[in-house]
């Protein structure tokens, strides 16, 4: 949906510019307004988009309403997001300050753009470099100028962050494919080499796919990666096994819930009615919940994000099943702290391997009076 956003938006910017209609500034607003609310990141293809008009002749759009209108529209849909903020703690800038000092602290300017050549295929760099050329030569179009001058501020707001992800610059992506794909094109007539470049580039293009997508039995991705020379990496600087993070954190779901299932339905039916299952982070308690329905287990509660924002609920911390690296302090919280065995997954992050199952009773005050300090945001 980022991607389909910020290219309509793209896409009603040249339009704006090309035909001028009211209209087009309105839709923009609401496709702004929309994006912002999935990812904050739309906010600065506003920003870019007001440099635009500010340093080019079109600044005179400014005399006129609509671009106003725009800004309104989109920020009034976004003024959602604010205000849910402001009546839970900010808790998405403590979320940004904790996840940017902790376990994105290792990415740099650096790596956010030395990692763009990797996740956008690094057989595309000529294309999205002669995009650039593009921009810059095509003065009769101010729509593809406005467009760099986007790309632009955008990539500059994401660089001084410094410990931003890659794929935080890939919604506006498409800008620069476009304008090298154009440029290509205007070479093509008299470019005898432009057929075998193509031919290059799907092929390289169908090699790297297994890379993104899990198109090889696992055994066989290991293999082809090691081939490739491809050794796994996490941005959020996590030991890893055999296994990028990005496909390293598609395993072990199952074995959780699983393990976790076989616990509870050893419960008697009234300690059921009063357990609840509880997970360290919000993929744990993702794992019961994504496969309640298959092992007939209630939703599961939790620590960490918003998991620790829907609170926890009814339980009052009789009996929990706790799926945790270590026991931690829960002797200190629980009159009885029990070790129900451990669940181990092949291929998955380390961290997320060997957990225990702890089945903890009595617990030494009531949930909700302790729920506060156990918030985890990252």
Not at 89 to 104: R, V
Not at 198 to 206: E, F
Request: glycine share 8%; hydrophobic share 45%; charged share 15%.
């Amino acid at each position: 949906i980022d991607l389909f956003l910020w290219s309509l938006a793209a896409y009603l910017v040249v339009m704006i510019l090309k035909n001028q209609k009211p209209v087009d500034w309105i839709s923009l607003g609401f496709v702004l307004g929309i994006a912002s609310l999935n990812k904050i990141g739309a906010l600065f293809f506003g920003a870019g988009l007001l440099l635009a008009l500010l340093i080019t002749p079109h600044r005179k759009m400014l005399l006129t309403r609509w671009p106003w209108f725009t800004g309104i529209i989109s920020l009034s849909i976004f003024s959602v997001y604010v205000i849910w903020n402001m009546n839970h703690d900010m808790a998405h800038l403590e979320f940004i300050h904790n996840a940017s000092s902790g376990k994105y602290s290792g990415l740099s300017p650096w790596s956010f753009w030395k990692d763009q050549i990797l996740i956008n295929n690094p057989i595309t760099f000529p294309i999205w470099m002669c995009g650039f050329l593009y921009f810059f030569t095509q003065r009769d179009n101010p729509a593809f100028r406005f467009l760099f001058i986007i790309f632009i501020t955008v990539g500059v707001i994401f660089t001084l962050n410094g410990t931003s992800k890659a794929e935080y610059l890939a919604a506006i992506f498409p800008v620069v494919l476009i304008g090298g794909s154009l440029q290509f094109e205007l070479w093509s007539s008299r470019l005898r080499w432009l057929a075998p470049i193509t031919a290059t580039l799907l092929l390289v293009g169908l090699a790297l796919t297994p890379l993104a997508l899990p198109l090889l039995p696992v055994e066989s991705y290991i293999s082809y990666a090691e081939k490739l020379g491809i050794k796994p990496e996490s941005v959020e600087g996590k030991e890893l096994s055999e296994l990028h993070q990005f496909y390293a954190d598609m395993f072990g779901w199952e074995d959780k819930a699983a393990g976790i299932a076989k616990v509870y339905h050893a419960l008697s039916k009234e300690e059921q009615t009063q357990c609840a299952i509880f997970g360290d982070n919000y993929g744990r308690s993702g794992a019961v919940d994504y496969y309640a329905a298959k092992y007939d287990l209630p939703k599961s509660i939790g620590k960490h994000n918003n998991y620790w924002l829907w609170g926890p609920g009814d339980y009052t911390g009789k009996l929990m099943i706790i799926l945790s690296s270590e026991v931690g302090d829960k002797t200190k919280l629980f009159e009885s702290v029990e070790d129900m065995g451990i669940i181990t997954s092949r291929y998955c992050m380390p961290y997320e391997n060997n957990l225990h199952i702890y089945v903890c009773r009595n617990s030494k005050m009531p949930l909700k009076d302790f729920w506060e300090r156990l918030k985890t945001y990252d």
